[in-house]
């Protein structure tokens, strides 16, 4: 049976989310990591998962080397377009996060936005030996986590609607503390048409997440609550995790 994230991204779910972002959005985030990950020019970055690049292409023309892997396909050909456009040091290709085919390849790796915990524990798990295994020895991961237990759990709304663009979309959740897991059933509307589609997303406590990268191999030093190394605390809206490779 297909997991959900197999099938979630394309169509109409692609279109919300391009039209969710704004550029001033792509150049705010890119700032994060560069202060957080603190990288000399021309370090090789990888952006896993990258969407459709907006964020390494952004890091890309401020001089960084930088790869990208996604499972939507769509999303990665219009990175690689948009790459050649800009005739900047980026590639993109079509992947699973949970095997890498690089090791000791990268300086530092990303996974931003609403993109860890999407599979089973072991999955989690599975994606953050990967990413330990392409970074060089020295590199730096960092994770962002909006969904982290502290910051989520405490503020969700369980029915909300949202425009974006000319989409209409109705997210309807559901926590089960038994597995730990946020159902989230979203149908998009458009010109009077309905999608659904549910996602499912991993809610793991700040601890958890901090056990999870040491048994990938790596040692945390920084878990912050903005990108100006606010502490990390009940009141923060997401996790940053910085960890290195020793």
Do not use: H
């Not at 959900?4 to 959005?25: H, I, N, S």
């Not at 999407?118 to 990413?131: E, I, K, P, T, V």
């Not at 503020?155 to 989409?167: D, K, L, P, S, T």
């Not at 897991?181 to 809610?203: C, H, M, N, P, W």
Request: glycine content about 8%; hydrophobic content about 40%.
């Amino acid at each position: 049976m297909a997991e959900w994230w197999q099938t979630f991204f394309e169509g109409v779910a692609l279109d919300m989310w391009r039209a969710a972002v704004r550029p001033e959005q792509n150049s705010a985030d890119a700032d994060r990591i560069e202060s957080l990950l603190e990288l000399p020019q021309g370090a090789r970055m990888l952006d896993a998962p990258c969407g459709f690049g907006r964020v390494a292409l952004e890091l890309a023309q401020r001089g960084y080397r930088v790869s990208g892997v996604d499972i939507a396909a769509p999303y990665v050909a219009e990175a690689q377009t948009r790459a050649r456009e800009l005739g900047v040091q980026a590639e993109f290709q079509v992947g699973d996060v949970r095997r890498l085919p690089w090791e000791n390849a990268f300086d530092g790796v990303f996974c931003t936005g609403n993109s860890f915990a999407y599979f089973d524990d072991a999955g989690n798990q599975s994606f953050l030996r990967s990413a330990a295994q392409a970074l060089s020895p020295g590199g730096k991961l960092l994770l962002e986590c909006p969904m982290v237990a502290e910051s989520i759990l405490s503020r969700v709304q369980m029915n909300a609607w949202y425009q974006i663009g000319e989409i209409y979309t109705l997210a309807k959740r559901d926590y089960d503390p038994l597995t730990g897991r946020l159902q989230v059933e979203y149908t998009f509307i458009v010109d009077g048409k309905f999608d659904r589609r549910t996602a499912s997303y991993r809610i793991y406590t700040c601890r958890q997440i901090i056990e999870m990268v040491q048994a990938a191999g790596l040692e945390v030093v920084g878990t912050w609550g903005a990108k100006d190394r606010t502490p990390f605390t009940l009141s923060s809206g997401e996790l940053l995790l910085v960890a290195r490779k020793p």
